[in-house]
């Protein structure tokens, strides 16, 4: 049986042009929303959303250089005011500094925080260190706990409300061949989403998640752009949609989260993917060990490195 791709379905539509916006102009005017991840990637694009709708923002990162840089591109959105905050996000005392020195500049606490920041990277289990474990939980699952403590804490202290929105991952809910130790993390995410909206709903700060399918993006990672290189086919055809995400299409749905329009929204998690997450073949396909996927050699085995 032969396939003819004259003949397959359009797929999803693409969505509008980058610029365009759902929610009305100025949504975020005169709010504060930080970004944690924002000098990169999907965080960057979120929050060039934010700021095309009047926020002003607070990107956090690790390196300099990448924040100078997004910070320049970020403020030729739309104009607003940006600020950076260098910090690992697993040391709750920079966490606080970088709080402190938001409301210092802009005189205000950030009204909306977009969890962004994570660590990953595609190993077997049985290969994965101690310290590779602990990197990626203690960023992805830790450090969005410090900061969204710290988030709560400001905003219960002063009675005043607020939005959280913690980027997660499908596989919270599948598990991740490949990636054990960031789908433990991010399962974490979800469970402490579910949790802190909950507890924290009672003095007006909603909490939400927000899971990204494949939406490729300028920044992602060698290692991250070799699995998808292996794809034969083409991306777009592996999904439902027929085409890859639009990091846009993450911002629009964040801003959306956060919004007024969303108030009665609390510990829901949204997926943006095309409905990837929940396809499944008629035939199950046939198994392939992840050290396969990964082109290692059987466990212990001299070559490798066991």
Same mark, same amino acid.
């Given at each position: ?40 990637? /999907?965080?960057?694009?979120? $929050? !060039?959303? @934010?700021?095309?709708?009047?926020? *002003? #923002?607070?990107?956090? +990162? ?50 909306? /925080?977009?969890?962004?920041? $994570? !660590?990953? @990277?595609?190993?077997?289990?049985? *290969? #994965?260190?101690?310290? +590779? ?174």
């Amino acid at each position: 049986m032969t396939d003819d791709m004259s003949a397959r379905p359009p797929g999803l539509p693409a969505p509008p042009p980058l610029g365009a916006a759902a929610l009305p102009a100025g949504t975020f005017a005169g709010r504060v929303v930080l970004v944690t991840g924002g000098g990169s990637g /999907l965080g960057k694009a979120i $929050a !060039a959303e @934010f700021a095309r709708l009047g926020g *002003d #923002l607070v990107i956090v +990162g690790r390196t300099p250089e990448r924040l100078a840089a997004a910070r320049e591109e970020l403020a030729a959105v739309a104009g607003t005011r940006v600020v950076t905050g260098v910090c690992d996000i697993r040391e709750p005392e920079r966490v606080a500094a970088v709080f402190d020195a938001c409301e210092a500049e802009l005189g205000a606490r950030p009204d909306v /925080l977009v969890n962004c920041a $994570a !660590a990953n @990277f595609p190993v077997p289990a049985e *290969d #994965l260190s101690p310290n +590779g474990w602990r990197a990626v939980v203690d960023i992805t699952l830790t450090g969005t706990w410090f900061v969204t403590r710290e988030f709560g804490r400001r905003h219960l202290a002063a009675g005043t409300p607020g939005s959280v929105v913690n980027v997660g991952a499908s596989y919270a809910w599948t598990g991740g061949p490949g990636h054990a130790h960031s789908a433990a993390a991010k399962a974490g995410v979800k469970n402490l989403t579910e949790t802190l909206a909950v507890e924290w709903g009672p003095y007006g700060i909603q909490v939400n998640g927000l899971v990204p399918g494949l939406v490729p993006h300028e920044d992602m990672v060698a290692d991250i752009r070799a699995n998808l290189a292996r794809a034969p086919g083409g991306l777009g055809a592996r999904q439902p949609a027929l085409r890859v995400g639009r990091p846009r299409e993450l911002g629009w749905a964040a801003t959306f989260l956060a919004s007024p329009y969303a108030r009665f929204v609390s510990g829901h998690t949204l997926v943006v993917d095309g409905a990837n997450w929940q396809r499944r073949s008629l035939v199950n396909e046939t198994v392939v060990p992840v050290r396969t996927q990964l082109g290692r050699g059987r466990f212990g085995a001299a070559a490798d490195g066991g």
